[in-house]
């Protein structure tokens, strides 16, 4: 079964700093990786999405993703962080093709708080 | 840009009531979902629903909860019965057909059970 973990749990840097988040993935086939910003009291959006074509994926809000798969990670980043970026951050993967539903697992999430 | 809407945005309910929060999925988009998020929890997944039927539930999704597309539009969970633990954010998403294609979320109902 798939499953993603996403470590530390608060995130915090100084405005314009790099943004780094974690997520490990477990996964016995090439996985469908995503990540989810939520804004407080907000739903969850889309920032983007690994799905094979490319290992270097670019999202929206500067955000951009490296699937790796000798380290089985899939590492959000952000360049130089604004205040506007505190939120959560969700990695999820899907669990296609165990079931055709395409169901979405979560990792844990990670609070990003960003400083003046 | 069309998107997931879910009413109502907040509701508070009394225990042992029935609860009926309702989705209106992306027009052209064919799976279903609902994911409930426990207060400082991860996001979990409930039941996605496919071709008019349960394609699969997880163990949170007992015979308290049920789900049904009513009109072809709408998207509704039922939770019958309510107890405190079920106070959570729930959230609506659909999906295209496709195995790469991503999941569009609502804003989420928070429900309040009291």
């Known amino acids: 079964a798939q499953s993603v973990t996403q470590l530390g749990s608060h995130v915090s840097v100084s405005e314009g700093a790099l943004v780094l988040l974690r997520c490990n993935y477990s996964s016995s086939v090439p996985p469908y990786l995503f990540w989810y910003v939520q804004y407080p009291n907000q739903g969850l959006q889309l920032l983007l999405k690994?799905?094979?074509?490319?290992?270097l994926v670019k999202g929206i809000n500067g955000f951009e993703a490296e699937f790796k798969k000798s380290e089985t990670s899939f590492h959000l980043t952000k360049p130089s962080a604004h205040m506007s970026d505190a939120a959560e951050y969700f990695c999820a993967v899907s669990d296609w093709p165990y079931n055709q539903g395409g169901k979405l697992i979560f990792g844990q999430g990670t609070e990003l708080s960003v400083k003046p | 840009e069309p998107e997931v809407t879910q009413t109502p945005s907040h509701q508070v309910t009394q225990m042992g009531q029935e609860v009926i929060l309702r989705c209106v999925p992306i027009?052209?988009?064919?799976?279903f979902y609902w994911y409930r998020q426990i207060l400082g929890q991860k996001v979990e997944f409930l039941v996605s629903f496919y071709n008019n039927e349960i394609s699969e539930k997880s163990e949170i999704f007992d015979d308290q909860f049920s789900v049904e597309r009513p009109d072809g539009s709408n998207f509704t969970l039922k939770i019958r019965s309510t107890k405190l633990e079920d106070s959570a954010m729930y959230f609506c998403a659909s999906r295209k057909q496709g195995v790469n294609t991503e999941a569009f979320f609502g804003q989420g109902t928070r429900l309040t059970v009291v």
């Open positions: 690994y799905t094979s074509a490319a290992t």
């Open positions: 027009s052209n988009h064919l799976y």
